[in-house]
């Protein structure tokens, strides 16, 4: 498995959704690339700030624009 195809998976591999030989690849990749197992620790960091934000946090113009980059991105 190469570090782009680890890029592409690493949704499933958070949500545990990844089939069992596809997992093992991947857990083989990140036993020896120290730049994927960084990218996923700054990836599950990223997770759980964003999930300390609450929706009243969040100006709603700011939400509006934000809901509709990602709207874009579909």
Not at 26 to 48: A, K, M, N, P
Request: with cysteine; hydrophobic share 40%; aromatic share 10%.
């Amino acid at each position: 498995m190469t570090c782009q195809e680890l890029v592409e998976l690493i949704t499933a591999y958070l949500e545990d959704a990844m089939d069992g030989p596809t997992l093992a690849k991947f857990e083989e990749h990140l036993s020896w690339c120290d730049g994927c197992g960084h990218y996923i620790e700054q990836f599950r960091v990223t997770i759980r700030t964003v999930g300390r934000i609450k929706d009243e946090d969040i100006e709603p113009a700011f939400r509006d624009r934000l809901l509709e980059a990602f709207r874009s991105f579909g």
